[in-house]
């Protein structure tokens, strides 16, 4: 929704752009115009008005409120979280409904060798929330592991590791059985930096060959969606996340693909 005395960065958070703070400094920047001339801090915005971001105009949603919606999709890899690739790699979004009036931010990121569970919402603020470190919100993994694990290796993992930016560790690691070079881990963190969970494997001098998340939160993976495909996440398990993210329950009104 957008109507008289919405702040820009508010507006643009909500469609997806990014975070309020980052906004903010674009504006600082110079980068985001309002009805032709440079958008200053505290600036509102309706749908009447001509939003732009480098040029390129903001296409305005309807003032009717929209359901927040959540997506569950199971990334096959292969795949990249990017909405467009210079490689021309396929993405996550080709095979997503489309959305009237809004488009789908993905809740963080798994590389291109990752599979399983990525949320989507329609919901920028969510998104954005939900990606905080602040929230803590768990995320569990199913790792194959190539290489000798011992009892000391997972206890470092879940003590201390220092990486290239900064200390990590996992909340705990759980053997999930197999044996070899078919040997499985379930992992868990409470943040979302890149490559984390490869990095910290490696870093003791283990491969990770696998690697699927199947877990964000409360939300896991149905067995019934599979790669490639969606499914729409109910409204009460909506709601919960976003009480998680420490927003209201609900964006009541009506909305559609």
């Known amino acids: ?9 508010k507006v643009l958070a909500n469609l997806g752009y990014g975070s ?15 009805n032709g001339r440079p958008a200053r801090l505290g600036d509102r915005v309706a749908e009447r008005d001509r939003l732009a971001i480098d040029g390129r105009m903001v296409r305005m949603p309807s003032e009717r409120r929209e359901v927040a919606r959540v997506i569950v999709y199971n990334k096959p890899e292969g795949e990249v979280c990017t909405r467009r690739d210079p490689q021309a790699r396929p993405t996550v979004f080709d095979r997503l409904p489309r959305l009237k009036g809004g488009r789908w931010v993905a809740v963080g990121r798994l590389d291109i060798n990752t599979s399983g569970l990525l949320l989507l919402t329609n919901d920028g603020e969510l998104a954005n929330r939900l990606m905080h470190p602040a929230t803590r919100i768990e995320r569990e993994y199913a790792v194959r592991v190539l290489g000798a694990v011992d009892t000391e290796m997972l206890r470092r993992l879940t003590s201390s590791v220092r990486l290239e930016d900064g200390e990590a560790a996992f909340l705990r690691v759980t053997d999930a059985g197999g044996s070899g070079a078919n040997h499985w881990y379930h992992c868990v963190l409470r943040e979302g930096r890149k490559r984390e969970v490869r990095r910290l494997w490696e870093s003791q001098g283990v491969k990770v060959s696998r690697l699927k998340r199947f877990r964000f939160g409360d939300v896991t ?5 599979r790669q490639g495909r ?11 996340l976003r009480r998680r993210a ?5 964006r009541s ?3 559609s693909f």
């Not at 309020?20 to 309002?34: F, V």
């Not at 420490?246 to 609900?250: A, E, F, I, R, Y």
């Open 221 to 225: 993976l149905p067995k019934a969606v």
């Open 20 to 34: 309020r703070r980052e906004i903010e400094a674009w504006i600082g920047a110079g980068r985001i115009s309002l």
């Open 246 to 250: 420490g927003l209201s329950g609900t």
């Open 253 to 255: 009104g009506p909305g």
């Open 230 to 240: 969606y499914a729409e996440l109910d409204e009460a398990v909506v709601a919960a």
């Open 1 to 9: 929704m957008v109507s008289d005395g919405q702040r820009i960065q």
